[in-house]
């Protein structure tokens, strides 16, 4: 599986994307800024679009189904005028893929407007639904958001309109994972959860203004420095009385979604000082040290595992080669995940280089596998091209575990390493040898660099099974989700 195209080219046997946030503060053209910022996003979220502005009295805005591209043109966001944006780029399962789901959602509550817009999951969802639903609030869509929408509004904090303080209110009877970014007409927060689960970073514009984003990328896009992640259990409160920074009282072990780094995230992003790229060249290296095969070329699968591909044959010594061609012009019709779908997607969506392979022994690197059949498709494209061995190597271990925190992930029973041993993977993928990184390879090679600040810092819960937060609440929402419940 890989990167920032999985859904392009898997159609649906993948780690799905989760959102994308952005929010700007003190800038005259914040919807612009936010267009471009949610350009730069888009790999997070390709199933809707929505952008948020204030000019301190009005708010306005627009969102809809489909890419940043086909949602928003410059006529578009010259209807939103103000210096305060927020905007989102929505994945969501099939079931809730709907507008009413679309976000930054907008409400008007006794403290006047609120928009927000979220990354994540909550584990609680459910229960605090089921909680405000008796107290009898009605709910227009099925996602979180509408959720922390709901515990703003009724919090005793929020009757003067003090949003500051109902956020934090609200948030702390919340679990899981979240980046969140909330506005009305004056004031710009943005809240990561406690564990960090979600990224968020905070940048600045060179003219003035603030910016916060899901990955830095959306800064360089927008002309932004990075300032600095936003910590977490952090709460940004940013105003014309200037950036204030409010911790939430439940800050937990600090636990980064280790998928940014291998899967989710643009390779020109960087969280807690690493980039991405690098980091992934990283992993080949060492899954080149812990798992060396001879073998005549390495190649990746586009895109993300490229980059692990290139430090594998660096430390391997074996040259690395471009094994596919992918198309990159593929519309959304191949993004949905039907069986049809899937069946044309790979062969559409990656053209294997016969006369690189042809006679070769082949290392093929790749970010992860999920159910299995991509890899088994893969597998066999290269042999079809002439490939006369294909050993997989996967920078990352078994993914064993579905994810609670926000990313759209396979249940527990379509996880081929949830079941089968790797020996009986590479059967089925039809490869010669195959080798995962270990947990502890992978800790290692993220944090234990000189400029990583502390140890255990990661979230390995979909290979290790150990929920940092309790999930127990989370299980019966995901199964629930087509009718009630979904993640940003
Ligand atoms: S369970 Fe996996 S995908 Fe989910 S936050 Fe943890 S590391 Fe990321």
């Not at 494209?381 to 990352?396: D, K, M, N, P, Y």
Request: charged share 25%.
């Amino acid at each position: 599986m890989s990167g920032f195209d999985a859904r392009l080219r898997l159609g649906g046997d993948s780690i799905r994307e989760a959102c994308g946030v952005y929010g700007v503060w003190g800038h005259p053209d914040a919807a612009r800024l936010t267009h471009y910022g949610l350009f730069a996003l888009q790999h997070r979220g390709q199933e809707s679009a929505g952008i948020v502005a204030s000019d301190g009295e009005r708010i306005v805005f627009h969102k809809g189904m489909g890419l940043v591209s086909e949602v928003f043109d410059d006529e578009r966001v010259a209807t939103l005028p103000g210096s305060i944006a927020i905007g989102h780029v929505r994945y969501s399962t099939s079931g809730s893929s709907h507008l009413d789901n679309a976000q930054p959602i907008v409400v008007r509550y006794r403290g006047g407007w609120l928009a927000l817009a979220h990354n994540g999951n909550l584990v609680n969802a459910l229960a605090l639904r089921a909680r405000l639903e008796d107290d009898g609030s009605i709910f227009q869509t099925t996602v979180d958001t509408e959720v922390i929408a709901h515990l703003i509004a009724r919090s005793r904090h929020g009757a003067g309109g003090e949003l500051e303080t109902a956020l934090p209110a609200a948030l702390n009877e919340t679990r899981g994972g979240y980046a969140l970014v909330v506005m009305n007409e004056t004031t710009l927060l943005a809240a990561r959860d406690p564990n960090g689960f979600r990224p968020l970073s905070l940048g600045r514009f060179p003219e003035g203004g603030w910016v916060v984003a899901s990955e830095t990328c959306a800064f360089d896009a927008t002309g932004a420095e990075f300032v600095r992640d936003v910590r977490p259990g952090e709460i940004l409160a940013i105003d014309r009385d200037g950036l204030r920074s409010v911790q939430a009282t439940l800050a937990g072990k600090p636990s980064l979604c280790a998928f940014e780094y291998i899967y989710l995230a643009r390779p020109d992003s960087n969280f807690e000082g690493r980039n991405v790229h690098a980091v992934r060249k990283d992993l080949g290296r060492r899954l080149a040290l812990d798992h060396p095969v001879e073998a005549d070329i390495v190649t990746g699968v586009p895109d993300s595992s490229l980059s692990a591909a290139s430090g594998y044959a660096e430390r391997a010594g074996i040259p690395y080669e471009m094994g596919f061609v992918k198309n990159r012009y593929i519309g959304r019709t191949f993004i949905q995940p039907s069986t049809t779908a899937r069946a044309f997607g790979v062969q559409v969506k990656l053209n294997p280089l016969r006369k690189v392979l042809e006679g070769k022994r082949v290392v093929l690197i790749d970010d992860s596998i999920v159910r299995g059949t991509t890899s088994r498709r893969i597998v066999s494209l290269l042999r079809q091209a002439g490939a006369t061995e294909v050993h997989l190597r996967i920078a990352s271990p078994p993914y064993r575990h579905p994810c609670y925190y926000g990313i759209d992930t396979s249940f527990e029973s379509e996880l081929i390493a949830a079941t089968r041993s790797v020996e009986e993977i590479r059967e089925a993928v039809g490869a010669d040898s195959l080798a995962y990184l270990s947990s502890e390879a992978l800790h290692e090679t993220i944090t234990g660099l000189p400029d990583w600040p502390v140890a255990e810092r990661l979230c390995l819960a979909c290979f290790t099974g150990k929920y940092e937060v309790p999930v127990d609440g989370a299980r019966g929402k995901f199964e629930l989700e087509e009718g009630k419940g979904g993640r940003a």
